[in-house]
């Protein structure tokens, strides 16, 4: 356990269905990732968030759209997906003035 | 821009054998950091070892020590002693000065009774 939770674990939804992921850790952390894993290609980092600014959209469609609250949690909302952004969505955190990022079990997702 | 390479896609190795995974990358900056992290069939990205570029003397965790060659931009990792618990994907990963990490496409570690 790297104290970095994700939920939901699973989840299915419609192509027209709106649902979000949640990631919280209370560890002190002041930056915080989203990664999408999906089979055969490499982790693809998606958003960075330090400080609640977000730093980084690494050219993620729009249909993809993060929130981060507060410095603990971290939120990506997902609306009119597509089949082939079913894949593995993983959360990481850093603690600051460190490099080391601490990942979270990921939500898989399927898209229908 | 900053490339990542592991070109073992799966290997094997045989409960209490030493194995190694390669890792090979690119970057412009001088001063980086590379890490090695485990993905057990749970799905849980666990950090194994880390390294810092600008340090000569390779980083060692119990089982597991890196081969860092900064000149041939190597970075490979020893599991020694190996465990049926070893069983996992292994990814390389280069940290830049943007707080950004680049892996690598991974390698399957399969640990044999």
């Known amino acids: 356990e790297t104290g970095v939770t994700q939920t939901p674990r699973h989840l299915v939804m419609g192509m027209t269905n709106k649902k979000s992921l949640k990631c919280e850790q209370h560890?002190?952390?002041?930056?915080m990732y989203w990664y999408k894993q999906s089979a055969k290609k490499p982790l693809e980092l998606m958003f960075v968030?330090?400080?609640?600014?977000?730093?980084e959209n690494n050219s993620v469609p729009s249909r993809f759209s993060p929130e981060c609250p507060n410095s603990s949690h971290l939120f990506l909302h997902l609306h009119t997906l597509q089949p082939e952004d079913s894949a593995l969505y993983l959360c990481?955190?850093?603690?600051?003035?460190?490099?080391?990022?601490?990942f979270g079990p990921g939500t898989r997702l399927t898209v229908l | 821009a900053q490339t990542v390479t592991q070109s073992q896609p799966e290997m094997s190795v045989q409960e209490a054998e030493t194995v190694t995974l390669s890792c090979t990358y690119d970057?412009?900056?001088?001063?980086?950091?590379l890490f090695w992290y485990k993905q057990p069939p749970s799905r849980q990205m666990i950090l194994v070892i880390r390294?810092?570029?600008?340090?000569?003397q390779n980083a060692t965790e119990n089982r597991f020590s890196v081969n860092f060659q900064k000149a041939a931009k190597s970075f490979s990792l020893k599991i020694s002693d190996s465990q049926l618990g070893d069983t996992a994907m292994y990814f390389c990963?280069?940290?830049?000065?943007?707080?950004?990490?680049?892996f690598g496409g991974g390698t399957r570690l399969m640990v044999k009774p």
């Open positions: 970057t412009s900056e001088s001063n980086y950091y």
């Open positions: 990481a955190s850093r603690p600051a003035r460190t490099n080391t990022q601490y």
């Open positions: 990963a280069l940290h830049n000065a943007g707080n950004m990490l680049t």
């Open positions: 390294q810092e570029a600008y340090k000569q």
């Open positions: 560890l002190g952390h002041n930056a």
């Open positions: 968030y330090n400080f609640k600014e977000q730093t």
